[in-house]
């Protein structure tokens, strides 16, 4: 299967390659990872990567992909689909229920959503994620950031509430309470309640410093939410990834991020269900 030609980045077309240029990139990049990280990745793994990025591009990615996914427990495996967190793109027995995009221009003057749960980059109309080297078309609202306004509802609630139904941080956003917490109060209005303006710059700075996200955001979820802080922190990740790279995380988005809910719900299955607030919020609904 060819590379697909992705307008972001300046690729090399690979159709009709050589097998032993193709084996080449996939040695090169062994050698790389082996050097850098010290791991290999399985073959499949280097299949995908190769059909979207160059070498050089990959090498990159791989090593980023691995900070943040990869065997952590076990530095000295192999690099896989599964470890990954990857989706294979060729199981046809993974359910797809959403409509295939890849053919499709999207409108670059159709950037629409609602400012306070906006991608950073809709709200500021540019890709706030590029490559040294690499061209970029003009910016187009696809798939992957309705996905992270999704995200952006997700740490709204986690922020503001204090537990299920309406229940709100009162006493921490109250400057007459003792438990009045000022960085909460500051961070609210510079994500969700503040001018337009002001709420690209807030998110334009996120971008800026990705990697700190959970330091500044996530770390001011309200506890009862605590099960959800390794979610928000994957799905933030994959989501950069996706727009920096372009690659199987942009256009496979649905899929992981489906993937990381579905396991997150498995998760808190197995955490015990002494939930007082919960059952008492299930019974003011009865």
């Known amino acids: 299967m060819p590379r697909r030609q992705v307008a972001c980045v300046k690729y090399r077309p690979v159709a009709g390659q050589a097998p032993l240029a193709l084996l080449e990139e996939h040695n090169l990049l062994q050698q790389l990872l082996k050097r850098s990280i010290g791991v290999e990745a399985e073959n499949n793994v280097l299949d995908t990567a190769l059909k979207w990025v160059r070498p050089e591009d990959a090498y990159g990615y791989f090593k980023i992909v691995a900070k943040l996914f990869g065997p952590s427990n076990h530095p000295k495996s192999s690099l896989s689909m599964t470890n990954l967190g990857w989706v294979n793109i060729e199981d046809k027995t993974q359910p797809r229920s959403w409509p295939d995009f890849a053919n499709c221009e999207a409108d670059p003057v159709k950037c629409i959503g609602i400012i306070p749960f906006m991608s950073?980059?809709?709200?500021?109309?540019?890709?706030?994620?590029t490559i040294p080297g690499s061209s970029y078309p003009p910016f187009v609202h696809e798939a992957i950031h309705d996905i992270k306004s999704l995200l952006w509802v997700l740490v709204c609630l986690c922020l503001i509430q204090s537990g299920p139904g309406i229940k709100t941080r009162h006493e921490e956003?109250?400057?007459?309470?003792?438990?009045?917490?000022?960085?909460?109060?500051?961070?609210?209005?510079?994500?969700f309640e503040g001018s337009q303006k002001e709420i690209e710059t807030t998110k334009r700075g996120l971008h800026r410093?990705?990697?700190?996200?959970?330091?500044q955001v996530i770390m001011h979820f309200h506890p009862y939410f605590d099960p959800l802080k390794p979610l928000v922190l994957k799905w933030w990740n994959t989501v950069i990834l996706g727009y920096r790279y372009c690659a199987d995380k942009f256009y496979n988005i649905h899929s992981h991020i489906l993937c990381l809910i579905n396991k997150t719900i498995d998760h808190i299955k197995t955490i015990p269900d002494n939930d007082k607030a919960k059952q008492a919020e299930l019974d003011h609904r009865k």
Do not use: C, Y
Not at 173 to 191: A, C, R, T, Y
Not at 209 to 215: K, M, Q
């Open 209 to 215: 410093t990705w990697t700190s996200f959970e330091e």
């Open 173 to 191: 956003l109250d400057k007459n309470s003792p438990l009045f917490d000022p960085k909460l109060q500051d961070l609210i209005p510079h994500l």
């Open 120 to 129: 950073g980059e809709v709200i500021t109309m540019e890709s706030l994620h």
